[in-house]
């Protein structure tokens, strides 16, 4: 049993934390408390691994769970701060946003680390269930309907996953991962209906091009905290599911066909954003889908790379435009000018749109560089052009509209207050998200 | 191979039995319809006695109909005349005559027989015929599709379009008449039957003009034409009936021979008696559905027969 | 030994279920009737459990009756509380069944000759030619929630999805337990959550702000 008691602990830890519901407080510091033992215990973890049975935690496994745990700790002690009781007032209370926060990351992890196609669906669709509500925190018509919006489009599209395990089932009478992929590689039609059906129903979480409606809408009316998770962990989560499935059989041109496409439409729709939040949550599908490339085309170092690098960079872009959001009550990119004279959170939102645009040295760039570099590689060289292209005009967008907004003239000679603590851990986000990138650029170089 | 006498008898039967007897069964169903709701009611030979009063009286015209508001109701009784040799409506063999068309050439006969009907009556040019035409037409394009893919789906159940193989293969076997396909294609083509002759839920025959969609066409019409038009479609209503019965309700019992045809006359009459009863039946118990209402009746039927043609093609 | 026209007439009597909530205005009969689908997928499961004599069948027709039929239910009840004989304004029935229709018809040909037609399925109960029935739900529910603006009908929409695939998994290969248990609670889960939204909102609408 000593070896699948740190996987049990990681499970149970964010539950248990739960216990503290009936006094805030107390809730805080347990969430507090299990978001640090999660981030701790998956350190352990790394050197346990491989770990195969109930569980399976693999060098691919243990980055995501590291995203996941870490942005959870960012993210709690952000919404000491962030979420005040005077402010929510509707389905969710301050309470109830501890215990569904903590609840939709053990969904994460538990979705991530089960060695079971079946149960992973079930955890991809209990994530689900799990931030629902948390989309409308902050009460109003239009958080009400994003969340309706995320809850029917994405339940609608994974359950066309569940046609894909149904299948998968069918073909190998067993659903446990490892036994299927160490089983001989079946050449069948239906596999490759299984796994295409999964990039349709897997996609739409993580935001792979028909159904990714939902994605921009829930970013940008969640709380930011909540924002964050959703575009560092959830997204992810679901990748890593997909991969999984992708694994049983490649269909790489498919897994680049359907990205390229999602990025090109992002980037056409991301050309004229109003909104800061959603012209960050564009910029989450462009990101996904080229590690999902990244994935797809083998080039897994990179795509984990620009998924940590981007999880950390995205995480404070979403908290600076969460203190900005708060302090001048505006999320028209052309309403807000001035934030030069907020030092804190004007460095660090610049920095994290140039960690999510992919910016030498940051992370990101040397994530998209080794992908970009291995899809040239294995000959999709019109997808390359297309990308590049499309990730250009991406970057002069959002690096336009950031810098137009920390740069400008300020309207108003009110001097705007910074919060402290949300605006260090937005900084501290985004240069973790740096360092990320001149690590691996100088582990490259030695290495 | 019956003699050619046989067939001639046959073929007289059939027709006579189709064109003579038509009136009858209308004037039984308003009886029957009268007695459930507690009048006397007019006597059966009702329809008869109308008939004959308006082929007596003289026509009257207005100025500015040209020659087709006059020939047209020759044709449409023509037509359907035309009909009563095609489709198995009393005699359940083929007579002569029967290979000119098969099941889509009726349809296609019964659509062009409704097109004339409309176009000559809007020739009269009266305001409420225009109505009632715009009225006819926006129900008609889904009963005519209707009607095209139930005999589609006929022919696709059997691997052929000719009625009489439809009803020979239904009585073999019970099974093939309980088939999912078959049901479903008979519930859609009797809601078919139900719009097309005017029954309840919708629409309430009588003089009442508001509900009124078949008997708008005939206001501007008098006398003789009045009296033809409303004979063809006692003839249509009759064809359309059996056609029912015969080929989706009820194939049975049906004789061959040329003294089977005359039983089959009889027999034909009893299998009438059952179709009164049960649109009397609807008729009591359902109220009318507001007229734009038909229509989503009329695209239930037409959806049905359509799931009907997917499972005959798809699971067979 | 199975027969299969009785598994066509019930498959055929869930999908004209799915034709009645398409055709439906009112809450109420439409909550009824999503009930009734899934009382139907269970008969299935029933008759095939007694038919193959496999108990896994017979556990899932309970499982089914019981969370979908009358949990569900339920809770979708508890979402339109206090709003009795509530209905959505739709916009002409006959013309949403129409192209419902062209809708489904096209895709289950395709689906049939391009894809079902080629991958060979084969059951133990000989009922993959039937699996066509779910597509057609699964298309039904898919039509269902673009159509409607509602909350409920939404929702309808979604649950009649999710018992396409276990139609499609009971004529096909019936999967483990613990996974089809949580599946189901999964979607209870949803269920339970679109009751609290649809106590706050019950129409969608586009709104200016989520454009874009």
């Known amino acids: 049993m000593r070896h699948t008691l740190l996987e049990i602990l990681l499970l149970t830890i964010p539950i248990i934390a739960n216990i503290g519901f009936f006094n805030t407080k107390l809730l805080k510091a347990l969430s507090l408390a299990s978001s640090s033992l999660e981030l701790i215990i998956s350190l352990l973890l790394y050197f346990e691994i491989p770990v195969k049975g109930i569980f399976l935690i693999d060098n691919v496994t243990i980055s995501f769970l590291l995203i996941v745990s870490s942005i959870y700790l960012l993210s709690v002690v952000y919404s000491l701060k962030y979420i005040e009781a005077e402010e929510i007032k509707g389905i969710v209370s301050e309470k109830l946003y501890y215990v569904l926060l903590n609840f939709f990351v053990a969904s994460m992890i538990f979705s991530m680390i089960i060695n079971d196609y079946g149960l992973m669906w079930v955890g991809v669709e209990l994530t689900t269930v799990a931030s629902a509500l948390l989309i409308t925190t902050e009460y109003s018509e239009i958080s009400l309907e994003a969340a309706w919006r995320y809850i029917i489009i994405v339940s609608a599209g994974v359950t066309v996953a569940l046609f894909s395990i149904i299948l998968i089932y069918y073909e190998y009478h067993t659903l446990t991962v490892t036994s299927i992929l160490s089983s001989q590689p079946k050449d069948s039609l239906i596999i490759k209906l299984a796994v295409a059906l999964a990039l349709i129903g897997f996609g739409t979480k993580v935001g792979v091009f028909p159904m990714y409606t939902w994605l921009p809408d829930a970013h940008s009316e969640s709380p930011s905290p909540i924002s964050a998770l959703f575009s560092a962990s959830l997204l992810p989560v679901a990748m890593y599911v997909l991969y999984r499935v992708y694994e049983i059989y490649p269909l790489t041109d498919l897994f680049v066909a359907l990205p390229t496409l999602s990025i090109i439409t992002a980037s056409i729709i991301l050309f004229k954003q109003w909104h800061i939040k959603r012209m960050f949550a564009y910029s989450t599908i462009e990101n996904m889908n080229l590690a999902l490339i990244g994935l797809a085309t083998g080039q897994v170092f990179g795509a984990v790379i620009l998924l940590l690098a981007h999880a950390f960079g995205k995480a404070a872009a979403f908290y600076s435009s969460g203190v900005i959001i708060k302090t001048f009550n505006e999320k028209k990119i052309d309403e807000i000018n001035g934030l030069y004279r907020m030092r804190i959170t004007s460095s660090s939102l610049l920095l994290s749109s140039m960690a999510v645009t992919g910016t030498p040295p940051f992370g990101t760039f040397v994530g998209e560089f080794l992908i970009l570099k291995t899809l040239v590689q294995s000959g999709f060289i019109i997808e390359f052009i297309l990308l590049v292209i499309f990730l250009a005009l991406i970057f002069i967008s959002i690096n336009y509209n950031v810098s137009r907004m920390i740069f400008s003239r300020p309207k108003y000679d009110r001097l705007p207050k910074e919060p402290r603590l949300m605006s260090l851990v937005s900084l501290i986000s985004s240069i973790v998200s740096l360092g990320i990138g001149i690590i691996s650029i100088i582990w490259g170089v030695i290495g | 191979m019956a003699s050619d006498e046989a067939l001639l008898i046959e073929t007289i039967i059939q027709v006579s039995a189709a064109i003579?007897?038509?009136?009858?069964?209308?004037?039984?169903?308003?009886?029957?319809?009268?007695?459930?709701?507690?009048?006397?009611?007019?006597?059966?030979?009702?329809?008869?006695?109308?008939?004959?009063?308006?082929?007596?009286?003289?026509?009257?015209?207005?100025?500015?109909?040209?020659?087709?508001?006059?020939?047209?109701?020759?044709?449409?009784?023509?037509?359907?005349?035309?009909?009563?040799?095609?489709?198995?409506?009393?005699?359940?063999?083929?007579?002569?005559?029967?290979?000119?068309?098969?099941?889509?050439?009726?349809?296609?006969?019964?659509?062009?027989?409704?097109?004339?009907?409309?176009?000559?009556?809007?020739?009269?040019?009266?305001?409420?015929?225009?109505?009632?035409?715009?009225r006819v037409l926006s129900f008609i394009f889904f009963s005519e599709a209707t009607l095209i893919t139930v005999f589609f789906g006929v022919a696709l159940i059997t691997g052929t379009n000719n009625p009489y193989v439809t009803l020979q293969y239904l009585t073999q076997d019970v099974s093939h008449y309980l088939q999912l396909d078959h049901v479903l294609i008979t519930i859609s083509f009797f809601m078919l039957w139900l719009f097309e002759t005017g029954k309840l839920p919708t629409e309430s025959p009588g003089l009442s003009e508001m509900g009124m969609i078949d008997d708008a066409l005939l206001y501007e019409y008098s006398g003789k034409l009045l009296g033809i038009l409303k004979w063809g479609s006692y003839v249509k209503q009759y064809l359309l009936g059996s056609v029912l019965l015969n080929v989706f309700l009820f194939p049975w019992l049906l004789q061959t021979g040329p003294l089977g045809a005359l039983l089959d006359v009889f027999i034909m009459f009893l299998k009438w008696l059952l179709l009164i009863l049960i649109s009397v039946i609807i008729n009591t118990t359902l109220a009318k559905l507001r007229l734009f209402k038909v229509q989503d009746f009329l695209a239930v039927s037409f959806i049905l027969s359509i799931f009907s043609l997917i499972i005959t093609v798809l699971i067979g | 030994m199975v027969n299969t026209q009785l598994l066509e007439l019930i498959s055929a009597s869930i999908i004209v279920s799915a034709l009645y909530i398409q055709g439906q205005a009112y809450f109420k009969p439409a909550i009824y009737a999503q009930a009734i689908q899934s009382a139907l997928i269970s008969v299935l499961a029933f008759y095939l459990g007694f038919a193959l004599s496999l108990i896994d069948y017979v556990i899932l027709g309970i499982i089914i009756v019981v969370l979908r039929s009358f949990i569900i239910t339920y809770f979708l009840f508890r979402g339109l509380k206090a709003k009795p004989g509530i209905r959505e304004s739709t916009r002409g029935v006959a013309s949403e069944l129409v192209v419902n229709l062209a809708f489904f018809f096209l895709a289950v040909f395709i689906l049939y000759y391009f894809v079902l037609g080629r991958i060979g399925l084969t059951t133990e109960a000989g009922t993959a030619t039937l699996t066509i029935f779910s597509f057609i739900l699964f298309f039904q529910g898919l039509f269902l929630i673009v159509t409607r603006r509602s909350t409920v009908a939404q929702i309808i929409g979604f649950i009649e999805e999710e018992n396409s695939i276990v139609l499609f998994g009971v004529l096909t290969v019936p999967i483990p337990f613990l996974i089809e248990v949580s599946i189901f609670l999964d979607v209870l889960g949803l269920v339970v959550i679109t009751s609290l939204l649809t106590l706050q909102k019950l129409e969608h609408t586009r709104l200016e702000e989520l454009m874009g």
């Open chain 2, 20 to 134: 003579l007897l038509s009136p009858l069964y209308q004037g039984i169903y308003e009886k029957l319809k009268a007695f459930v709701e507690g009048r006397r009611g007019p006597s059966f030979l009702q329809p008869y006695y109308d008939i004959f009063k308006l082929l007596k009286k003289e026509v009257v015209v207005t100025e500015n109909s040209s020659f087709l508001f006059i020939y047209a109701p020759y044709v449409v009784f023509g037509i359907y005349l035309l009909i009563s040799f095609l489709i198995p409506v009393v005699y359940p063999s083929p007579i002569y005559l029967t290979p000119t068309v098969d099941f889509l050439g009726g349809a296609l006969l019964f659509s062009l027989a409704s097109f004339l009907k409309l176009i000559s009556s809007v020739e009269s040019g009266s305001n409420f015929v225009a109505l009632g035409v715009s």
